[in-house]
């Protein structure tokens, strides 16, 4: 059972155009933390967020920890083609002894020019 | 962040042999863990290993199947023994630092079994 879903599952869309990435769960999560992954490479960190209900932004990416620390969003504007890759979210999980992080079903964008 | 080398990158292995994946990286960390992705999937975690004991493992793997070793704090190996076509994937190493709970990957290794 994935703790995660994300949606859309995959997206195309043009240069230029706007898009949401949206990752949900029933499971309360210590931090949540948002990759890109490339054909051929390993995830690479974008970002995490802590606290419920906090907005963080990097250049055109906006991201949104849900206030019941949940769920989140990847907000992008005036994508590019540069930003085609697998977009994963992954959650943090403290079982008290331990930490682990799972990764969401992922969603894949293409933009074209 | 921290540099992870993972070897190796890829390998095509026949069904009923055995392949050791090693990780190494650059600095001390806490935490090391494998994953498994199917192409174009998302990542499935294998398990945890803890420096000097039994990895912990998720539901739907085990220990005869994946063996992993973590001898000390920057280095690890996973086993895939006795392998078939659906263990085809790409597995990868990843590493949380100290004092931190981000995670950083190794760029994986791809594996075909024929």
């Known amino acids: 059972t994935q703790l995660l879903e994300q949606s859309p599952q995959f997206l195309s869309i043009q240069e230029g155009e706007n898009l949401t990435v949206y990752c949900n769960s029933s499971?309360?999560?210590?931090?949540l933390q948002w990759y890109r992954q490339e054909p051929g490479e390993g995830p690479v960190l974008l970002v995490t967020?802590?606290?419920?209900?906090e907005v963080k932004k990097l250049k055109r990416l906006t991201f949104q920890f849900g206030d019941a620390r949940k769920d989140s969003s990847l907000h992008i504007t005036a994508a590019q083609p540069g930003d085609t890759g697998l977009y994963l979210c992954?959650?943090?999980?403290?079982?008290?002894?331990?930490?682990?992080?799972?990764f969401g079903t992922g969603t894949r964008l293409q933009v074209t020019l | 962040s921290a540099v992870i080398s993972q070897k190796p990158s890829r390998d095509i292995c026949q069904r009923g042999t055995s392949l050791t994946i090693q990780c190494q990286v650059d600095?001390?960390?806490?935490?090391m863990f494998w994953y498994r992705q199917q192409p174009g999937q998302s990542l499935t975690l294998i398990a945890t290993a803890n420096q000097g004991s039994e990895a912990t493992y998720e539901s739907g793997f085990v220990i005869d199947k994946f063996p992993i070793s973590r001898p000390n704090l920057t280095f690890s190996t996973l086993t895939v023994s006795n392998m078939s076509p659906e263990d085809s994937s790409i597995y990868l190493c990843?590493?949380?630092?100290?004092?931190?709970?981000?995670?950083?990957f190794g760029q994986g290794t791809r594996l075909t079994v024929v």
């Open positions: 499971s309360v999560f210590s931090s």
């Open positions: 990843s590493v949380v630092v100290r004092g931190r709970t981000e995670a950083f």
């Open positions: 600095s001390q960390v806490t935490m």
């Open positions: 967020v802590v606290t419920g209900g």
């Open positions: 992954a959650g943090l999980i403290n079982t008290g002894t331990a930490s682990k992080l799972t």
